[in-house]
């Protein structure tokens, strides 16, 4: 209204410069408000379901890690075109071991505090956070993780083979393409298992926040998976 009002190039400049500093403190105070949000929120609970959520934090950004992991290896489609890019893939199976580990020993440690202090959560009633510790035990999701490990083992020692025989191998030699036949098969295998727990496990989790919709902000993300085989067998 002010700019049409007037219509004077002159008194654009500080309606401008009034816009501009009003959008920058309303950037800095949505900033300020999503660093101090958990901290206002966690400041009404007791300091033992501080503690639990501030574990759930911590394992929802472990599930994180892993989930971008597992994208980026789906992308790997030519895997097995190299010596070198076999390398690469068995390096970066490598570090999503590391990961897995972390993540498994974060979530068996998970379970054991909540299991300290259950009495005094249900005391406290906070006793909704028992319902986060069922999660990360229930059977599905715990199976998943072991057949994790189980999937990334199979699939490395299929690249390790494939790397250190690949001229072999390509050459068509029946005795490295025999062995080559069976590190493939159990590849197969572990990524087929694991595939379908994992289906098993996402429908867990999608029934679970039906049920306990308020528990979303404290769980993992679903991962939507191509569930497709990323190793091509082409040899």
């Not at 909540?114 to 009633?125: G, P």
Request: proline residues 3%; charged residues 25%; positive net charge.
């Amino acid at each position: 209204y002010y700019i049409v009002k007037t219509r004077r190039r002159k008194s654009l400049i500080p309606l401008t410069l009034f816009l501009l500093v009003f959008v920058l403190v309303g950037i800095c105070e949505y900033f300020l408000y999503t660093r101090l949000k958990d901290k206002i929120i966690y400041s009404s609970y007791s300091p033992t379901a501080r503690e639990v959520l501030r574990f759930t934090s911590k394992l929802k950004y472990s599930v994180k890690q892993l989930n971008d992991a597992t994208l980026q290896l789906e992308n790997m489609t030519s895997v097995n075109s190299s010596p070198d890019k076999i390398n690469d893939a068995r390096k970066f199976i490598s570090e999503m071991q590391s990961q897995l580990e972390e993540n498994n020993i974060a979530v068996e440690k998970f379970i054991l505090i909540v299991n300290d202090y259950r009495n005094l959560l249900i005391e406290e009633k906070f006793d909704w956070l028992l319902r986060i510790e069922e999660y990360y035990n229930e059977p599905v999701v715990t199976k998943y993780l072991n057949n994790f490990v189980l999937y990334l083992e199979a699939f490395s020692a299929l690249l390790k083979y494939t790397g250190a025989n690949f001229q072999e191998i390509n050459a068509r030699t029946p005795v490295y393409l025999k062995n080559y036949d069976g590190y493939y098969m159990n590849y197969v295998r572990a990524l087929e298992s694991h595939n379908r727990i994992d289906i098993g496990r996402m429908q867990f989790q999608h029934n679970f926040l039906v049920q306990y919709s308020e528990l979303e902000p404290y769980l993992p993300a679903i991962l939507q998976k191509k569930f497709v085989n990323i190793w091509n067998k082409s040899k």
